[in-house]
């Protein structure tokens, strides 16, 4: 789990609370983002431009994934 914090830390507009709030929100690192836009924006701290942001890094360029469990926590 601290692990998986710190991991998130690392992106731009992610910082400590932001990155316990999706580690509490989703239990795991959403590597291709395993979430839509919309729910990344449900987690305290993530706007529009961080969520838009956050899902270009990671690969899911507008691409919808219907589960948030299609990948193994890490």
């Known amino acids: 789990a601290e692990f998986a ?3 998130l830390q690392g992106f731009p507009g992610v910082g400590p609370e ?4 999706i580690y509490q929100k989703f239990g ?3 590597m291709a983002w395993t979430c839509t836009e919309a729910e990344l924006r449900e987690v305290y701290g ?4 961080t ?7 990671l690969g899911n360029r507008g691409r919808e994934v219907e589960s948030v469990n299609a990948f193994p926590r890490i």
Not at 51 to 57: A, N, Q
């Open 18 to 21: 932001t990155s316990e709030a």
């Open 28 to 30: 795991k690192i959403p």
């Open 46 to 49: 993530i706007g529009p431009v």
């Open 5 to 7: 914090k710190y991991f």
């Open 51 to 57: 969520s838009k942001h956050l899902m270009g890094m």
